[in-house]
């Protein structure tokens, strides 16, 4: 596994730079850093007093990766979880924050290793990893990435504005299909026609 430097800077990369996507509900977003979470953390960037849009616009590339390491490896506990877990959860923690963690809490529970699905990296939930990725240590890491996969396409199937994220305008995979793919073996992922079929009842 890459150093956890690098998997942030992949996570920014793949993030993009400044959006203001009305559909998109966290809002101005820049490098995958929305301003309610600049807000959050109380991070003035252009040191105006203010933390609005114009910090979400500034905020640079080197900042975001900060942001991510400090309050979203660091500050979660993902270092404590097994290494192979930790690309895939610290990416989808930056995407979905403590959703990142009940999607695996409810993972190694339905793997026979319960854990409460609270959102967080406590010592029930890194013994139930640990287990679960002893028991299944060519496996868990494509079950999370195909158990995140399963939660975007729901979250669509909930909320027809975000649909344009799990499926793009061709008909193929979106940009949340994707990167959870990214984490999975290619003899785990959808064709696309399975896609397809996934996403046909959204017309």
């Known amino acids: 596994m890459p150093d956890v430097r690098e998997i942030a800077e992949e996570i920014v990369g793949r993030e993009g730079g400044f959006v203001n996507d009305p559909d998109d509900p966290g809002g101005a977003t820049n490098h995958g850093v929305t301003l309610p979470t600049l807000r959050r953390l109380g991070i003035d960037v252009n040191r105006d007093t203010r933390i609005d849009v114009a910090d979400v616009k500034a905020l640079s590339r080197a900042q975001a990766v900060e942001i991510y390491l400090k309050h979203y490896f660091e500050a979660p506990g993902i270092g404590a979880l097994p290494e192979a877990l930790q690309a895939s959860?610290?990416?989808?923690?930056?995407?979905?924050?403590g959703n990142a963690v009940k999607i695996l809490?409810?993972?190694?529970?339905?793997?026979?290793?319960?854990?409460?699905?609270?959102?967080?990296?406590?010592?029930?939930?890194?013994?139930?990893?640990?287990?679960?990725?002893?028991?299944a240590?060519?496996?868990?890491?494509?079950a999370y990435g195909i158990a995140r996969r399963n939660y975007y396409y729901a979250l669509a199937d909930k909320r027809p504005a975000s649909r344009k994220y799990a499926r793009a305008k061709d008909g193929g995979k979106g940009g949340w299909i994707k990167r959870a793919e990214a984490f999975i073996a290619p003899k785990y992922q959808l064709t696309a026609a399975q896609h397809q079929a996934r996403v046909a009842a959204w017309g």
């Open 105 to 135: 809490q409810r993972l190694l529970t339905d793997m026979g290793f319960p854990c409460e699905p609270d959102g967080e990296i406590g010592p029930q939930t890194i013994r139930a990893a640990q287990a679960g990725f002893e028991a």
């Open 89 to 97: 959860v610290f990416d989808m923690y930056v995407n979905a924050g």
């Open 137 to 142: 240590p060519a496996h868990l890491v494509d």
